[in-house]
């Protein structure tokens, strides 16, 4: 490419017009949002090696009731870590126009976050179903009853309802937002 070529590209990238304010404000906020995702993402990789060293831990003591929650926190670490995978690889949009792009980014974000929320409601039943196992090991592979156990199944169980509500709720407003901009996307399409 000649210079003058380059100069004349360059003086037509500049001169094309800004986005409109909305547009630029709707960019500015995804943008501070992805920011938000990549801590969330790096916390939620320490809590899952965390759990994989509990498990390992685990299964190392070597006893019938360490060996089985060590392969079950093994197994529900992998399981957690699979929805989890699942809500964050959506689709990045390619739309060139302004509007369109900020349309297609807001609606890639609300899809991701009904994504998001599904992958809450099937770890909270993979939760469950954790605590459960847990508490019919202690009961089949342990001869003692322990009362520390049983409180911190309750405790569980407790957190776990508590979660599930807030995915079912955080479920509910995201599926409205992105019905929402669907609309609008159908609406600028005609």
Not at 70 to 87: E, H, Q
Not at 100 to 114: D, K, Q, T, W, Y
Not at 135 to 152: C, D, K, P, Q, S
């Amino acid at each position: 490419m000649k210079n003058s070529e380059w100069t004349d590209l360059q003086r037509l990238w500049k001169s094309s017009p800004p986005y409109p304010a909305p547009v630029a404000e709707e960019l500015e906020r995804l943008a501070r949002r992805r920011k938000w995702q990549a801590i969330e993402l790096a916390a939620g990789s320490v809590v899952g090696l965390a759990g994989l060293a509990v498990g390992i831990t685990l299964i190392l003591r070597g006893d019938a009731f360490s060996i089985f929650a060590g392969t079950a926190a093994c197994v529900f670490v992998a399981v957690i870590t699979a929805l989890s995978s699942w809500a964050w690889l959506a689709p990045q949009p390619r739309a060139d126009e302004a509007v369109s792009r900020a349309l297609a980014e807001a609606r890639r974000n609300a899809r991701a976050g009904v994504r998001h929320a599904a992958s809450m409601i099937w770890a909270t039943v993979a939760g469950m179903l954790f605590t459960a196992a847990m508490a019919l090991a202690r009961g089949f592979l342990t001869i003692e009853a322990n009362l520390g156990g049983f409180v911190v199944i309750g405790a569980v169980q407790l957190m776990l309802a508590a979660w599930l509500a807030l995915a079912f709720r955080y479920y509910q407003t995201r599926s409205a937002a992105l019905a929402r901009l669907d609309a609008i996307a159908g609406a600028l399409e005609e």
